[in-house]
Each structure stands twice: as structure tokens, then as C-alpha cells.
């Protein structure tokens, strides 16, 4: 899978520094093997009809599920980094078109609703995440799936492993932190949060939007 390591577009990190998802480094495979088991637990648990991520990147899940026969879309801001989401869709056999470059404050109802949307590594990015769930709400037909960094675990960790450690552990691009408690409160005022998971570093909640 080819990822944007660190590429900018327009001053913002787009996509993923290096390549977690293939990465042959045991600690890195045993983390994303949490975060993989929580976001997939949660998706087979609803069985969701249609899935729009947001924030997709360079589509690794969008082409995951996409190759389970689910019905879904992947959208990002980048252009650069859906460009490489579309060549990691035609080289896994599955249509490119599902791709499409939009910013999250963007997306419409009559356009980009799904019965299931999913964001994931995306609002720790954003200068305004209160109108991102906003949006978020707006789309979301039935569930949303959101993640973010848990802080200061997130930090610490990369601090520990002698990675940015100038800016105290905070990955390039990172510009909002959350606590587990922080963030279910952030999200409470927007949805119903249906469960709480906690893969190290992370914290993933379910949740269904507030009409």
C-alpha cells in the first residue's frame, strides 16, 4: 500500500508520516493490531449498510471494506492524498471513483449522508472540530465511528521512542488534544455515545447522532 509519508498540501501533513499499516516493527504491529481489532469489532457489531469515511487518507479502510462488499466512500480534503488512495483502490482490484477530495466542513446531507460514518485520526487535525461534528451529525444516517490521539498517553509514547521529542511528542499536524474524558464530552454534546473503546494510544467511541 503506497502512503503520502509526510506529504504537505496547502501547510497541512496530509495522510500517514510512514506506514503503520505494514510496518514490520513488533510494538507497531502489536498497537495497530488494538486499533484494528476496535474499529472492526465496531463495524461488524452494526452491520451498517453504507459507510462514508471521512478523512479516508490514503484509503486503506475505505478499500477494506470496499473488498468485503460493503457499500462505501472515502473523501479527504487532499487531493494528493486521494490520488494515492485511488491507486491503492485499482491496484486491490476495486473502483477508484468511490474516492473523492472534499473538505469535511464541505460534505452535505444530499450528497455524502451514509447509515454509518466513519472518522477516524482526523479531528485531532482540524482548527475547528465543534463545526467538523457538526457535519459529521448532518451526514450521518444512523451511527458515527470517531478516534482520536489520547493525550498525554499519545505524547508520552513518542517521547519514549525518541520521536519528535522538540515539540514534547506531538506528532506533526496534531493541533487539538484530547483526554478519554475530554473527548466523550466533546462528542456528548453532538451524539449519543453508545461504547467506549480504548485501544492504546487511542480512544474510539460509537456513538448516534442528536437530530
Known amino acids: 500500500m503506497k502512503i503520502s509519508q509526510g506529504q504537505f498540501e496547502k501547510g497541512i501533513v496530509v495522510g500517514n508520516n510512514f506506514?503503520?499499516?505494514?510496518?514490520s516493527n513488533p510494538i507497531v504491529r502489536?498497537?495497530?493490531?488494538?486499533?484494528?481489532?476496535?474499529?472492526?469489532?465496531?463495524?461488524?457489531?452494526?452491520?451498517?449498510?453504507?459507510?462514508?469515511?471521512?478523512g479516508c487518507g490514503e484509503g486503506y479502510w475505505t478499500v477494506r471494506w470496499a473488498g468485503e462488499g460493503i457499500d462505501v466512500?472515502?473523501?479527504d480534503f487532499s487531493s494528493k492524498v486521494i490520488d494515492i488512495a485511488k491507486q491503492n483502490a485499482n491496484a486491490r482490484g476495486v473502483d477508484p471513483h468511490i474516492f473523492?477530495?472534499?473538505?469535511?466542513?464541505?460534505?452535505?446531507?444530499e450528497?455524502?449522508?451514509?447509515?454509518?460514518?466513519?472518522?477516524?485520526?482526523?479531528l485531532e487535525h482540524l482548527e475547528d472540530p465543534r463545526a467538523a461534528l457538526n457535519v459529521l451529525r448532518n451526514i450521518s444516517e444512523?451511527?458515527?465511528?470517531?478516534?482520536?490521539p489520547r493525550e498525554p498517553i499519545w505524547c508520552a509514547l513518542n517521547m519514549a521512542r525518541g520521536k519528535y521529542v522538540r515539540s514534547?511528542?506531538?506528532t506533526p499536524g496534531h493541533i487539538?488534544?484530547?483526554?478519554?474524558?475530554?473527548?466523550?464530552?466533546?462528542?456528548?454534546?453532538?451524539?449519543?455515545?453508545l461504547e467506549v473503546r480504548r485501544p492504546l494510544p487511542w480512544t474510539m467511541l460509537l456513538a448516534r447522532a442528536r437530530k
Open 19 to 23: 506506514d503503520k499499516y505494514g510496518s
Open 30 to 54: 502489536v498497537i495497530m493490531r488494538g486499533f484494528y481489532g476496535a474499529l472492526d469489532g465496531l463495524v461488524h457489531k452494526i452491520k451498517p449498510s453504507s459507510i462514508h469515511e471521512v
Open 73 to 75: 466512500r472515502g473523501s
Open 100 to 109: 473523492s477530495s472534499r473538505s469535511i466542513y464541505d460534505l452535505r446531507p
Open 111 to 122: 450528497r455524502d449522508a451514509a447509515d454509518l460514518v466513519v472518522c477516524c485520526e482526523v
Open 142 to 148: 444512523s451511527y458515527v465511528i470517531l478516534s482520536v
Open 168 to 170: 514534547l511528542g506531538n
Open 176 to 193: 487539538q488534544h484530547w483526554t478519554s474524558r475530554a473527548f466523550v464530552g466533546l462528542v456528548s454534546e453532538y451524539f449519543e455515545v
